[in-house]
């Protein structure tokens, strides 16, 4: 199993996210993006994301809030709250997230989802 911490760039901020890849299964394979819940890349995030490359796909665990997660809930929910109020801020995460995934040789380009939590 393929398990590698990817380091981007998005929304200027650095990102941290897990990529999961079964490394027995030859060529590319369709592409999962998984968002995490609301305190950010954490332990059930990264399990979904590997569970999802134990069965076939290649998924990346996905950071919204720079860096892998939030440090408490007094530094999160402003950001959280910046989120749901600037679309476009929620976007470029996300793009930044799926550009990295797509960068991945295990990864069909033409075969992309998305899944999330919170």
Same mark, same amino acid.
């Given at each position: 199993?393929?398990?590698?911490?990817?380091?981007?760039?998005?929304?200027?901020?650095?990102?941290?996210?897990?990529?999961?890849?079964?490394?027995? %299964?030859?060529?590319?394979?369709?592409?999962?993006?998984?968002?995490?819940?609301?305190?950010?890349?954490?332990?059930?995030? %990264?399990?979904?994301?590997?569970?999802?490359?134990?069965?076939?796909?290649?998924?990346?665990?996905?950071?919204?809030? @720079?860096?892998?997660?939030? %440090?408490?809930?007094?530094?999160?929910?402003?950001?959280?709250?910046?989120?749901?109020?600037?679309?476009?801020?929620?976007?470029?995460?996300?793009? @930044?997230?799926?550009?990295?995934?797509?960068?991945?040789?295990?990864?069909?380009?033409?075969?992309?989802?998305?899944?999330?939590?919170?």
């Amino acid at each position: 199993m393929i398990a590698e911490t990817l380091r981007y760039e998005a929304d200027g901020l650095n990102m941290e996210g897990e990529f999961y890849a079964d490394d027995t %299964k030859a060529g590319p394979r369709p592409g999962v993006l998984v968002f995490p819940e609301g305190f950010g890349l954490g332990p059930h995030t %990264k399990s979904r994301a590997k569970r999802l490359a134990e069965i076939g796909y290649a998924a990346l665990a996905c950071d919204l809030f @720079g860096e892998g997660s939030m %440090k408490s809930l007094d530094v999160g929910m402003p950001i959280i709250q910046r989120l749901r109020e600037d679309c476009m801020a929620t976007r470029a995460r996300a793009r @930044g997230a799926l550009e990295t995934l797509l960068t991945r040789p295990e990864v069909d380009k033409t075969r992309i989802a998305a899944i999330g939590f919170c």
